[in-house]
């Protein structure tokens, strides 16, 4: 599945920068990528990754649609659709995606004439005329996702809890997901640090007020990435669409309704796409500069040595209960649910002593 994903991040991408260099880029960004090996090596990770899969192939069919306006194409977009909701809801954002695409291509084309902007900026008149466009295709499939979205809410609520908020209330679960978003980010520039357990024992400690300082600093790091890439996006710039990407995926876990996981690394495997994206475009520029090529191949092979040494020493890991417990402990003392699986294990073994010191701890 990891090896289809990949595949898929590669005709995405060339079709979206139109350039070969950054696809294989984006591809080999994503294969590597260490915070990846919570949704590959864990084996119930595999939603993740086969909702991704069905996520990336419908929009990558829905960009086949929109060269060839062959209806086909737009009858497997909603097959796709359909088939990743059903594996994990975060694929409810994929109409989002295609309309962000459709916003920026319909600003790439033609400029419209002043009768048709009227006296509304250009990026305004085009998301207008997006949604008057495609007004029978937006419409079913936005009333798709509200359906998903109350299934998984209402029907099958075995993933939320409607009444605990993290943080005992909606503002404090707020500033914590802003805090959550910047640890993401963090995890994707410089995954060093790989945690199996962020949700007990405060291993991810939640807000407490706004005037704390990370709180603060979160705010600032996400209000300027979103002001970047609305600003970008309004230019037409790929940075912009991957920035409202990354945010428009990670949406379905950011506790908008109250989720029994406060945080996870297997929920980025979406979004990274996003980041893979805008690396491997920025990347490329610096290779097609003659003067900078040898520095910019320097970084790229940096880069993927660090994030392949990585995720080789991460699944080490995930080899057994054992060595995964042992190293959430290691790097996250404070996990309630490290000590108690490695107590498990320890008991499963006979070592009484050291499951009786485990469940102490716990």
Not at 17 to 29: K, Y
Not at 228 to 242: E, N, P
Not at 250 to 267: D, G, Q
Request: hydrophobic share 50%; glycine share 4%.
């Amino acid at each position: 599945y990891h090896f289809f994903c990949c595949w898929l991040v590669f005709l995405l991408v060339r079709k979206l920068s139109n350039s070969f260099s950054a696809a294989v880029l984006a591809s080999l960004l994503f294969a590597l990528h260490p915070v990846h090996t919570e949704a590959v090596s864990y084996i119930s990770g595999r939603r993740d990754v086969l909702s991704t899969l069905f996520f990336l192939l419908g929009f990558y069919w829905f960009l086949r649609y929109r060269e060839e306006d062959r209806s086909s194409y737009l009858a497997g977009v909603f097959f796709a659709y359909i088939l990743g909701v059903l594996t994990k809801e975060m694929a409810v954002t994929l109409p989002a995606v295609m309309f962000l695409y459709d916003w920026k291509r319909e600003m790439d084309g033609p400029v419209p004439s002043a009768a048709a902007v009227g006296r509304f900026p250009r990026w305004v008149a085009a998301f207008l005329a997006v949604f008057r466009k495609s007004f029978w295709l937006y419409v079913p499939a936005m009333a798709l996702g509200l359906f998903v979205v109350g299934y998984y809410l209402y029907i099958t609520p075995s993933s939320t809890n409607l009444e605990i908020y993290w943080g005992g209330s909606p503002y404090l679960t707020f500033l914590t997901t802003i805090k959550i978003l910047v640890k993401y980010l963090l995890l994707l520039l410089f995954p060093w640090t790989l945690i199996a357990d962020y949700n007990s024992g405060q291993v991810f400690p939640l807000a407490q007020s706004i005037t704390e300082p990370g709180v603060l600093f979160s705010l600032a790091i996400v209000i300027t990435l979103l002001v970047l890439s609305v600003r970008w996006f309004t230019k037409s710039s790929l940075y912009g669409f991957a920035g409202l990407f990354f945010f428009l995926t990670i949406l379905p876990v950011c506790h908008i309704i109250p989720h029994h996981e406060l945080m996870s690394e297997h929920f980025l495997y979406l979004p990274s796409f996003a980041f893979c994206l805008a690396l491997a475009v920025l990347l490329d520029r610096y290779l097609s500069v003659v003067t900078l090529r040898k520095w910019a191949m320097a970084g790229v092979s940096v880069i993927l040595l660090f994030y392949a040494v990585r995720t080789v020493v991460r699944n080490q890991d995930w080899k057994d209960e054992y060595t995964l417990w042992s190293a959430t402990r290691r790097d996250a003392p404070s996990s309630i649910r490290a000590h108690t699986n490695l107590g498990l294990v320890y008991l499963q073994r006979r070592d009484y002593d050291r499951a009786i010191d485990s469940f102490r701890q716990s």
